[in-house]
């Protein structure tokens, strides 16, 4: 069972593997949080990537928490 994170405040740095996907648009969003978003390679709402839950991508969850849904990847 898939362990979901309803902010990503709750995740911790692991060796882990992260699904991010996109919930909500950058329209209107401050341009630094539109950067993060782009960078975490998401591209438009329901897209979806799996990334390591290392310190980078933690932090940048933890920025766009309110833009992204975080699941532990299967």
Avoid: F, W
């Avoid at 593997?17 to 401050?30: P, R, V």
């Avoid at 978003?37 to 933690?58: F, M, Q």
């Amino acid at each position: 069972m898939a362990v979901q994170y309803t902010t990503a405040r709750d995740l911790k740095v692991s060796e882990a593997k992260l699904e991010i996907t996109q919930t909500k648009s950058t329209i209107g969003t401050k341009p630094k949080h539109r950067e993060t978003v782009r960078s975490l390679g998401l591209k438009r709402i329901g897209h979806t990537v799996v990334r390591e839950a290392d310190a980078v991508t933690v932090g940048m969850l933890n920025t766009v928490k309110h833009l992204v849904k975080v699941e532990e990847a299967k």
